[in-house]
């Protein structure tokens, strides 16, 4: 199976569909606020300018912004019309010793393709024995610096929802992350990661804050502990 390929389709589903819905919240924002903004300039008894304001900075202002997103987000999208161009590939040619990192893509996808076959594919994870793709990024397992697992919860219709970011740095400290509902996946991917780069940092948000702001001599301290083992 071709599952850099098909993990690249994934990855520019996932880019369209998020561009698709700041389209439309930013459309019905605008809509809504510029409603209120005719109604007040036509009530009898306006709110005032506390009224435009407050419509202006609660719907208008984030609606334009919404609209922003999707103009460079669909920049991006053209951008990736050539797989070359996606980080997903560059990110691959960048693991590759020199003698590979030149081949022809098909090739370069092989390479990985064979690593892959044999791991586990966990949401928008793949972990094999020696490579790893992760949302947009792949990474090699001798380069990947730190792995982190971050629970988030959030309201919906009076409920608590829990999510499960999983989010893995390489030597450049270059990041991506990969969300769960299900813990069970989370847990069974952050644990084909440890058992994959057993010398990389771990931990939660806090850990993955300081790894991220560490120093550079911290830094290549690490990755030379790293290369070491």
Known sequence: MEYCREH?????????????V??????LMIL?????????????????????????????LPGLLCLWQVVR?????????????????????RELPPEQAGLPLEQVFALVDRDLA???????????????LIADLAVRAEHILGIFLTVRAARSGG?????????????????????FLDSKKADACRDALYTMAPGAARGGNAELVRLLAAP?????????KIMRQ
Do not use: M
């Open 8 to 20: 690249l389709k994934q990855q520019k589903g996932r880019k369209k569909a998020g561009t698709a």
């Open 22 to 27: 700041f389209l439309v919240v930013g459309v």
């Open 32 to 60: 809504i606020g510029g409603f209120a903004l005719f109604a007040f300039a036509v009530a009898e008894h306006s709110p005032g300018i506390a009224g435009v304001v407050a419509a202006s900075l609660l719907l208008v």
């Open 73 to 93: 987000r669909t920049k991006q999208n053209r951008g990736l019309t050539d797989p070359e161009n996606s980080r997903l590939v560059q990110s691959i040619r």
């Open 118 to 132: 044999e791991g586990q594919h966990l949401g928008n994870a793949v972990v094999g024995r020696d490579w790893a």
């Open 159 to 179: 409920l608590y929802v829990s999510s499960y970011e999983l989010t893995v740095c390489n030597a450049r400290r270059e990041c991506a992350s990969a969300v």
């Open 216 to 224: 550079e001599e911290a830094l290549q301290k690490w990755n030379e």
